[in-house]
Structures are given as C-alpha cells and as structure tokens.
C-alpha cells in the first residue's frame, strides 16, 4: 500500500513539474512591442525578429520611424535569448515564454555591468505608445522648436532645435544640438501630450511634454541608464543653430593638420604618406560607440566608394574608450565590417578632452563626435565641420548632404 501511495506522489510530482513553465529556446519570428522601465516610465520600441538559416541565430532589428536599424545576430545561451550590440558595449538579454520576452538592458564594460534596465517584449504588438489612435481633439505639433534643454543637477543647459511632423496623432522627428541629433525619434500626442521614444543599441531615449498655449512644449527627457533633463521647446520657424562650420577650427598660425596613428593591426599610417598628398582628404573624427557616427559612416562609407575613382582620400581617426589596441581594434575592425568601410580607421587616442588635444593640437577643440575636417589639395584645411545632423532630421540631413557634394565637387575639380 505505501508503495501504491509512493507511486502515485512521484506521478503527482512528475505531472505538476511537467506543467511548469520553462525557457523556450527559440523565439516566435515576426514583430515585438518592447519596453525598458525606469524610475516609473515607460520607454517602448520594436523589435523585428527573424531567424536566420542556420537555425541557431537570429537577425533582430530595431525599428525607429522610417529606420529598420539592424543589431547584431541573437542567440541563445543558458536558455536565454542574448541581443548584442557590441558597438556600443550594450546587450539585450532574456527568457522566452512564448509571446513574452522577460530579462535585462545591459550595458557593458568588457564583462562588467555598468548598468542595466528591465526589459520586457510582446508577440505580435507593432503600437509605441497607444493601442489605439485618438485623433478626436488631437494636438499637432508639426514645425521647427526652439529648445532649451537643462540638467536640473548641474544646472547646464543645452540650445537645440526640434523638427516634427505630424499625421493623425503619429510624430516623427528629431532634436538637432549643437553636436549632433537625437536621431529617430517616434511617437504619439495624445490629448495636451507629446510622447517619444527610440532604440538604437546605445541611445534609449524617452520624451514626455505637455503641449502648452502658443506652440510651446514642456517636458523631460529620460536617456539611458540614468541621463535626466527637462527641456522647453517653443514654436520657430526660424529656430536654428549656430554655424557648424564656425564651432570648431585651426588655431592661429595653422593652415593643415598632422599625425601618425597605427591602423586596427597596429600599422602606422601618416598623413604625410603619399597615398594623401595632391588629393583632397576627408578626415572622420568618430569612434565605433557613437551613434551619430554611424549615420554618419553610413553616408560617407559608399560616397567614399562611388567617388574615390576621381582622386579623394577619406581617413577615420577613431577617439575609442581604450587606447590599448589590443582593446580597441576588435571595436574598428567589427564597424570596419559592419559598414563596409574601404578608407583606413586609425586609433587617435581616447574620446576625452585630453587626448583629442593631443592627438589634433592644431584645433581650437574637438567638441563633437562626429566632427570633420575638409582638406584641399594643397594640404590645407577648408572647412571643419562639427557634429552630424542624422536622417532622422529630414531637410537638415537632406541639407547637410547638398553641402557636403558642393564642397567636395569643388575641391575635388580645383587644380
């Protein structure tokens, strides 16, 4: 009887142990709705999910308004499911149930973790903000933002200009610094409110601001792990930024620049070298953790390519967070990948005050990543340009783009 008894308790156990659940070790193709949460927000986006042929890994792409950014291949480990963005030191780490995704933003340094946010994702789910669009009373917020934005610790504060556009209750756009863009932003007014978000592997960006009288927004900006600013934007449209060509220069008594840095397998490369000399050269100051720089590699990598037939020369001086080679080459050489990059990436140095003025002493400041310097073919510098103003800020992309092909046809033509 007690055997019987035995029998039926380990059948018992073995039937409710069946029914728990467990980790999936493959992930349902197709749209996520995904979520970081931090200090009681909210911050969504999407993911696309495919699995490759393989079997064993997946091609995962973050979507951001008109961007289908792609990150690098999932896979899984330890009956999670692993997103990595080696590029910016970040990962997506998480359990698979079904339509759920649970688990962890990471940011990394090496295998340490700096940081880290909740992470969750839905099945099938493609909305940012709202399963439903209200567009009764709906708000528009299309047009040009003077903006203000201000850390409320340190009491900073930093001049940009907001560019949106609006159809039903869906905004797309971005903020343009001095130093760059905030690029893809997307998102939702619902009511007297503006909601924005994006994703990018580096960048996790979320807005919030009410939609005052007279064009004015007033908000908060929640960006990464623990960034916080409010800002105030104020309809303009003649809102602009000072002359990105004006923030950064030579200092008196400098027409051209100089250096010697070893490339990603530790070969020095002068600007000397004869590769460069009677061409005009693009120097790309950036670094492989730099979202706008890869907007901006991915103009400039095929521009490079469709045109260096007529006698141009693009170098890449990277600024990394390592000045050790042996750390920072895999970071080049995977962008060098990544963005089928032809002209040479040279290790500069790190991205810190101190070493950029190192490393570029004829320069007033290196103030933005990226920034970059046109010189002639006589070797001297013609313009430098600070900051990149990404795709996702439509007609100042679109202008920037214009500029750069008038410049370079003209350097490119002269004798």
């Given amino acids: 009887m007690r055997a019987i008894k035995l029998i039926i308790v380990l059948f018992a156990g073995i039937s409710l142990w069946g029914c728990q659940s467990s980790a999936d070790s493959s992930v349902k193709p197709g749209t996520w709705r995904a979520t970081l949460s931090r200090d009681g927000q909210t911050l969504p986006f999407i993911l696309d999910i495919a699995q490759n042929t393989d079997g064993k ?16 291949s999932a896979f899984f480990e330890k009956d999670s499911l692993h997103i990595p963005m080696q590029l910016f030191d970040s990962e997506i780490t998480a359990l698979v149930d079904g339509d759920k995704l649970t688990g962890v933003y990471k ?7 700096t940081g880290s946010l909740p992470f969750q994702a839905t099945f ?11 567009l009764d009373g709906v708000k528009n917020v299309t047009g040009k933002y003077t903006t203000i934005f201000k850390n409320e610790v340190t009491m900073d504060s930093t001049e940009a200009v907001g560019n949106f556009t609006q159809k039903g209750s869906i905004v797309e756009g971005s903020f343009l610094t001095p130093t760059g863009d905030y690029r893809f932003l997307s998102g939702n007014v619902k009511g007297d409110s503006l909601y924005l978000s994006t994703f990018d592997g580096s960048n996790a960006y979320l807005f919030k601001a009410a939609i005052l009288k007279d064009g004015v927004l007033k908000g908060a900006m929640w960006s990464g792990i623990k960034g916080y600013k409010t800002f105030t934007s104020i309809l303009n449209e003649n809102a602009k930024l000072p002359d990105a060509t004006k923030l950064t220069y030579l200092k008196p008594g400098s027409e051209t620049v100089d250096f010697t840095f070893p490339d990603a397998d530790g070969k020095p490369l002068s600007f000397k070298d004869p590769r460069f000399q009677g061409k005009p050269v693009i120097i790309q100051i950036m670094g ?13 990598a095929p521009w490079y390519k469709k045109n260096k037939a007529r006698g141009v020369e693009i170098i890449g001086l990277a600024f990394e967070h390592s000045a050790d080679l042996a750390v920072s080459a895999p970071k080049l050489k995977r962008m060098v990948n990544r963005f089928g990059i032809d ?15 190192k490393a570029l002493p004829m320069l007033n400041k290196v103030m933005s990543y990226p920034t970059t310097i046109f010189v002639d073919k006589k070797g001297k510098v013609r313009e430098i340009h600070t900051g990149f103003s990404g795709p996702g800020t439509g007609k100042y992309y679109d202008e920037f783009v214009a500029d750069f092909n008038q410049l370079m046809d003209k350097l490119i033509s002269e004798k």
């Fill in 57 to 72: 890994t997946y091609t995962v792409y973050s979507l951001n308004g008109n961007e289908r950014l792609k990150l690098d």
């Fill in 107 to 113: 940011r990394l340094d090496g295998k340490t973790v």
């Fill in 124 to 134: 099938g789910e493609n909305y940012r903000f709202f399963k439903e669009e209200a």
């Fill in 288 to 300: 492989s953790w730099c979202p706008n720089c890869m907007d901006e590699t991915n103009f400039i």
């Fill in 343 to 357: 002209y040479p990436i040279l290790l500069a140095g790190t991205n810190t005050n101190e070493a950029t003025a």
